[in-house]
């Protein structure tokens, strides 16, 4: 299947955010429990990270009962976050190379994100990451998750193709069934923190699995 009309994620599916949340809940763990290695739930976790991140402070607020408040829990993720998005954050293997295919090809990009867009700008500088796309959008500008296909929908405006001719590239489940349901084509890609790979493998156009990259795919 010929690809047009690429919409990409960033965390997960281009970047490797393997420790970020790991250092957040370090951070939450040791001012609001006073432990060392706290973590939640994993299927709790796995449902923060579709998440808006003030929505995803909301729900640890209600369900953990961390922080005076989402506001105070998004004051001190941001403390863990940005250091990671301007310093260490990294692209997922094979992830540079498909999008200078891409881009050599002539084919334009959108990427579209649930993560804020101060540290999506963090991590597509620290990634050189801003010369491959015509547009970045964000969720919380947008104003829903990836649960509702809205960011979807205005990448392909932007993107002008048809809706049978636009990709969705994601590590989360939820997103791969969104932009399923609105018509679109999409590309699954493994992440070893997300959950349902077997499902995202079975609704997934194309199924990216351990051990393969982005850059395996035929434009």
């Known amino acids: 299947m010929k690809i047009q009309g690429p919409i990409f994620d960033m965390d997960g599916t281009l970047v490797d955010t393997l420790m970020l949340w790991d250092v957040m809940w370090e951070h939450f763990g040791k001012l609001y429990r006073g432990i060392e290695g706290f973590r939640?739930?994993?299927?709790?976790?796995?449902?923060?990270?579709?998440m808006v991140l003030r929505d995803a402070m909301?729900?640890?607020?209600?369900?953990?009962?961390?922080?005076?408040?989402?506001?105070?829990l998004l004051r001190e993720?941001?403390?863990?976050?940005?250091?990671?998005?301007?310093?260490?954050v990294e692209m997922k293997p094979g992830a540079r190379e498909f999008l200078d295919r891409l881009q050599a090809a002539g084919i334009p990009m959108?990427?579209?994100?649930?993560?804020?867009?101060?540290?999506?700008?963090?991590g597509?500088?620290?990634?050189?990451?801003?010369?491959?796309?015509?547009?970045?959008?964000?969720?919380?500008?947008?104003?829903?998750?990836?649960?509702?296909?809205?960011?979807?929908?205005?990448?392909?405006?932007?993107?002008?193709?048809?809706?049978?001719?636009?990709w969705v590239f994601e590590d989360s489940l939820v997103a791969i069934r969104t932009a399923r349901d609105a018509g679109?084509?999409?590309?699954?890609?493994?992440?070893?923190?997300?959950?349902?790979?077997?499902?995202?493998?079975?609704?997934?156009?194309?199924?990216?699995?351990?051990?393969?990259?982005?850059?395996e795919i035929e434009l």
Do not use: W
Not at 59 to 67: A, R, V, Y
Not at 82 to 88: A, G, K, L, M, Q
Not at 135 to 161: H, M, N
């Open 184 to 215: 679109m084509k999409t590309v699954g890609v493994y992440e070893k923190n997300n959950y349902g790979h077997e499902e995202m493998e079975a609704l997934a156009d194309i199924y990216i699995g351990p051990g393969h990259t982005l850059n």
């Open 40 to 50: 939640p739930d994993p299927l709790f976790e796995k449902e923060l990270r579709t």
């Open 110 to 122: 959108i990427l579209a994100s649930a993560t804020d867009p101060v540290l999506i700008e963090l």
């Open 77 to 88: 993720s941001y403390t863990c976050f940005t250091d990671y998005y301007r310093n260490r």
């Open 124 to 166: 597509m500088a620290h990634c050189d990451l801003n010369k491959y796309f015509k547009a970045v959008l964000s969720c919380a500008t947008i104003g829903k998750g990836k649960e509702e296909p809205d960011v979807f929908l205005e990448a392909q405006r932007i993107l002008g193709t048809p809706t049978e001719e636009t």
């Open 58 to 72: 909301v729900c640890i607020h209600d369900e953990l009962g961390m922080g005076a408040d989402a506001d105070e």
